[in-house]
């Protein structure tokens, strides 16, 4: 279990949030972060300096100084940190647990606060059974399509041998979607509804590309 969270009550109910459009951050994950502006270097002092935990968040609508922020994000816990000689910090993300916005707070901090409600994931706090459903010969055929219309190459021993949450988690953070299909991935209820999302996705680039590729008929 993360970091002893056993129940959302554990989880700091106030978090600070980093809004990054075309990023999501699910439990067990890592994200790899490059912190360069002022407000969010010390978003990760003030973070190190207490329970390390971070919101990520993609931003929805609002305006380039002020986005909007969308209603889930992922709290995520600082489990590596370097600094740069040019000041920029390079942390990582593990996932701990989703959460829904229930407000944003005023802030003294040069960075955004929200509070934070837990309860609706409290099952992202421990890790899922390996789902029977869950058919990883159709995944995994949905996925070659896709990378090789992508141009893009995996380890394929290791996609055929990892854990259901691990690899469905890892691609649906790590794939080039668009932000609404990102947050699609990251608000599935559970990961079969999330590794079928993904599959979805999948298909639908792959289609895309044989459509692309079709002569027209004129």
């Known amino acids: 279990m993360p970091q002893g969270y056993v129940r959302a009550l554990d989880l700091p109910q106030v978090i600070p949030v980093f809004p990054l459009e075309g ?7 890592q994200l790899p972060l490059n912190i360069f502006e002022p407000r969010y ?14 919101g990520l968040v993609q931003p929805k609508g ?7 922020l969308s209603p889930v994000g992922c709290a995520g816990r600082i489990t590596g940190f370097a600094e740069t000689s040019d000041g920029r910090y390079l942390i990582t993300l593990t996932g701990v647990s989703r959460f829904r916005i229930a ?12 509070r934070a409600a837990f309860d609706a994931y409290e099952d ?6 390996e789902e029977p459903d869950f058919d990883r010969e159709a995944f ?17 021993d290791t996609a055929e041998s990892a854990p259901m949450e691990a690899l469905v988690n ?24 999330r590794a079928e999302a993904l599959t979805a996705l999948l298909r639908i680039d792959a289609a895309d590309a044989g459509d692309d590729a079709a002569p027209s008929m004129q």
């Open 170 to 193: 890892s691609l649906s953070m790590a794939l080039p979607f668009e932000p609404a299909e990102k947050q699609a991935l990251l608000e599935a209820m559970g990961l079969l509804p």
């Open 140 to 156: 995994l055929d949905a996925l070659r399509a896709y990378m090789t219309h992508r141009l893009l190459d995996i380890d394929w």
């Open 23 to 29: 990023a999501i951050l699910l439990p067990r994950g």
């Open 103 to 114: 407000a944003e707070l005023p802030s003294k901090a040069p960075y955004r606060q929200v």
């Open 124 to 129: 992202d706090l421990a890790p899922p059974p």
């Open 62 to 68: 609002g305006t380039p100084a002020l986005p909007g």
């Open 41 to 54: 270097l010390n978003m990760v002092d003030d973070a190190m300096a207490g329970d390390r935990i971070i």
